[in-house]
């Protein structure tokens, strides 16, 4: 495996911010030449980053075969947006730019994240195409596409059910400016890519509607999602089971395990590792 710590070193980027690496090895003995890549955002409400939806999603995510990196972000009080998305933009563009040496399918990259983390890869998302990303990383836009996303109960709107406390971190002072803005049912467009969403209908945190309102108008512009909505757990649940549990050992909800597999059986349909 390829594991390295690279620190984020964009203009805005907080001293903590860095990319870990789980690049799996590239072997003769293994028909398989290059593999999709995930890039892992982990929640916190943009103000921590939680340890629960990083490493052991990653490692998960290898054991399907893919290969994947754990973005630790910059969040408040070091930084503010778009400092986050930037630095997801220049791991995607990194990802692309490492495609020999790493053997990675650039056709398959997606960005994955939780809660907050959920909302800055729904962010990506809406706002790859953007001409200010391309221009901060200093690569052609096409260099950026994101091929599809995974949110998992992720925060989306900042209207009527918004997780208002990650909209006041991720914006500060500019709050009052872009709060509209950050509200992503608003801002699906035809660069929007599939995604695999999934939510419990009685998380108190970040309610389900959240995922609803962004899938109703992924529906309208016919742009493929899964949805998985089950009837009970709370908020933060990583892999719903003790692999991710706190050590109060929140987090286990067996009814949620499940998850993980439909993702496996997603990425296997829509993002195939492709043999020689």
Not at 70 to 75: E, G, K, N, P, Q
Not at 158 to 180: N, P
């Amino acid at each position: 495996m390829i594991h390295q710590i690279i620190p984020m070193k964009t203009k805005t980027s907080s001293e903590k911010a860095k990319l870990i690496t789980y690049i799996i090895d590239h072997s003769e003995e293994i028909g398989i030449v290059k593999r999709p890549a995930v890039v892992v955002c982990p929640g916190g409400g943009y103000e921590f980053l939680s340890d629960r939806e990083a490493e052991m999603i990653a490692l998960t995510l290898n054991s399907f075969g893919y290969h994947a990196v754990v973005l630790r972000y910059s969040v408040a009080p070091d930084a503010v947006y778009p400092t986050a998305l930037i630095e997801l933009a220049s791991t995607v563009a990194m990802l692309r730019e490492k495609e020999k040496e790493w053997h990675i399918d650039t056709d398959k990259i997606l960005v994955q994240g939780f809660s907050a983390g959920g909302h800055l890869a729904a962010s990506y998302g809406m706002f790859w195409s953007e001409k200010f990303l391309s221009e901060e990383v200093g690569v052609s836009t096409q260099m950026l596409k994101p091929n599809g996303m995974i949110l998992c109960y992720p925060v989306i709107t900042s209207g009527e059910y918004a997780h208002r406390s990650s909209f006041e971190k991720l914006l500060g002072e500019q709050y009052d400016k872009l709060v509209d803005n950050m509200s992503l049912e608003t801002q699906v467009n035809e660069n929007t890519p599939p995604a695999f969403l999934w939510h419990t209908y009685t998380d108190d945190c970040v309610p389900v509607q959240n995922s609803l309102l962004l899938i109703g108008e992924m529906l309208k512009r016919q742009i493929p999602v899964e949805f998985h909505m089950y009837p009970s757990g709370g908020h933060g649940l990583g892999l719903a089971n003790k692999l991710t549990a706190n050590p109060g050992g929140y987090g286990v909800q067996k009814n949620c395990e499940g998850w993980i597999e439909s993702l496996r059986k997603w990425l296997e349909d829509q993002y195939p590792i492709e043999l020689i």
